[in-house]
């Protein structure tokens, strides 16, 4: 599995999807860029959960909030006091850990959301049988929380900012929950209703690692849905069932998924679930599915002195409504979507690596090459085809190497349709068209091509 993790990082960085960030300058640590290949897929990946969570519903709107938000925010939501992971220090070559994250490689569970005198106690306990994953020594400070907020000094001209800091978004649903009652005002919505949107996050993780898995810096899709109390967990329960058909919809295999139930609620929160894929190093958190009473708003009710409960005008009652969410990365739904695409497959005594992602999330749709770039005909005809079929579908030309060389480079990018202009091509007006995943091709009239990879794509 260490291996599959390692090609896939490889593929990703050698084909154009993912870089390391800023690696000229030797690098930046848990933070990524997306290359050409990357940023399209991300596109489309945003592109298919707002089809899905906004498009599609008459009940859930979109937003999109700032990223800077007033500091008050931060301590009504409980992250300023309480949005900490636990903390050790190697003594010998002085790399930090999280202690979860140790405790849980000996098989011992401990929670993050446990109090610094509680996992301090379980780390003494198990302290001799740890190891420091960077050195192997067994020396450790004790365990202290570390908030995960990053800090910045914007619009603060003093010396102080450290002290009054704004912050950057820890997550995104904090600007849905101080908007909830601005798009109720000005939107046509009514409880049950739900708001959604996408953005960037921040969060100054102790131990980055494992790919996109946990950066500190990364997209979050959330949607936050409000419900009359009595009504929160027979949503929770339609929403759990809509996000998980929504993974088998994007193609992912139901073997490759699993519900994990929290075990330690925090206290406000009425059930809480998560999505696990089956990453390379094996199942982890991919989306959390949450019932989390009216805690939110009433934080950001009593914290900013303004009445965010909602008016019932038919019953004449008035309430604060119940939250129930719905959290994915962006990151770690292209890692899912790298893994499950991933393929290695022998066609005619050859292995081929083949990204064999849903045809609505590929890259690029469609490949157009001239059979032979040394004739003028060919290259003129499939330029015409290129024109014309970009206008629908992000396409690429290309008329270097053999044949056999530019499938292989669009089958390791995940394109699901190559179409080759040849002699014949010229005769009859037609083309080939040869599919991703069966290799096989197909004659296709040229004036049929449009709406023949149309029906086959279907964005
Ligand atoms: N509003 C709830 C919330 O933010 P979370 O479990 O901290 O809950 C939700 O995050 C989702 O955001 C996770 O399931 C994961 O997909 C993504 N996520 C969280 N931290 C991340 C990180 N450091 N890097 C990449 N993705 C992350």
Redesign the pocket.
């Known amino acids: 599995m260490e291996n599959l993790m390692n090609k896939i990082v490889s593929l990703c960085k050698r084909r154009g999807f993912i870089y390391p960030g800023s690696e000229i300058y030797g690098g930046f640590s848990a933070v990524y860029d997306y290359g050409p290949y990357g940023a399209e897929l991300v596109n489309a990946i945003k592109r298919e959960w707002w089809k899905n969570m906004v498009q599609l519903r008459d009940d859930i709107v979109g937003l999109d909030s700032a990223i800077f938000m007033h500091p008050k925010i931060w301590e009504a939501s409980g992250h300023v006091a309480g949005f900490s992971d636990p903390l050790v220090e190697c003594k010998k070559c002085h790399i930090r850990s999280r202690v979860d994250h140790l405790l849980a490689e000996i098989g011992v569970e401990a929670d993050e959301k446990m109090s610094e005198e509680e996992i301090n106690k379980i780390f003494s306990k198990n302290k001799n049988n740890l190891k420091c994953p960077n050195c192997g020594q067994n020396d450790f400070t004790d365990v202290s929380k570390f908030n995960l907020l990053v800090k910045s000094n914007l619009g603060n001209f003093t010396d102080n900012w450290e002290k009054e800091p704004v912050y950057l978004r820890g997550?995104?649903?904090q600007g849905i929950y101080v908007n909830y009652k601005n798009v109720l005002d000005s939107a046509r919505v009514r409880i049950p209703f739900g708001i959604a949107q996408i953005g960037k996050?921040f969060?100054n993780?102790i131990t980055?690692r494992q790919f996109?898995?946990?950066?500190?810096e990364?997209e979050?899709m959330?949607m936050q849905y409000f419900v009359h109390p009595n009504e929160e967990m027979k949503e929770y329960e339609k929403l759990r069932e809509a996000r998980w058909q929504y993974y088998l919809n994007l193609g992912f295999k139901e073997e490759n998924l699993k519900w994990n139930k929290h075990k330690n609620l925090v206290f406000y929160a009425r059930e809480a679930y998560?999505i696990e894929y089956n990453f390379p190093f094996g199942f982890d958190?991919?989306?959390?599915v949450?019932a989390r009473g009216n805690y939110d708003l009433s934080q950001h009710s009593n914290f900013s002195g303004k009445d965010l409960s909602y008016f019932n005008s038919e019953k004449k009652k008035k309430y604060i409504p119940h939250i129930i969410?719905s959290?994915?990365?962006v990151?770690?739904t292209v890692f899912a979507v790298l893994t499950e695409a991933y393929t290695e497959e022998e066609i005619d005594g050859e292995v081929r690596i083949v990204m064999k992602f849903p045809k609505n999330l590929s890259p690029i749709k469609v490949a157009i090459f001239p059979l032979l770039r040394n004739k003028p005909d060919l290259v003129k005809k499939a330029k015409e085809i290129y024109d014309d079929l970009k206008k629908e579908h992000m396409c690429e030309f290309d008329d270097n190497g053999n044949i056999g060389k530019r499938y292989r480079r669009q089958d390791e990018i995940g394109t699901p349709f190559c179409v080759t202009i040849d002699f014949e091509s010229l005769e009859k007006n037609d083309v080939t068209v040869r599919d991703r995943d069966t290799t096989k091709q197909e004659r296709i009239k040229i004036g049929e091509l449009k709406e023949y990879l149309k029906e086959k794509i279907k964005i």
């Open positions: 997550e995104t649903c996050a969060r993780e980055a996109l898995f946990r950066t500190r990364f979050q959330e998560d958190e991919l989306e959390g949450h969410e959290s994915v990365g990151g770690r």
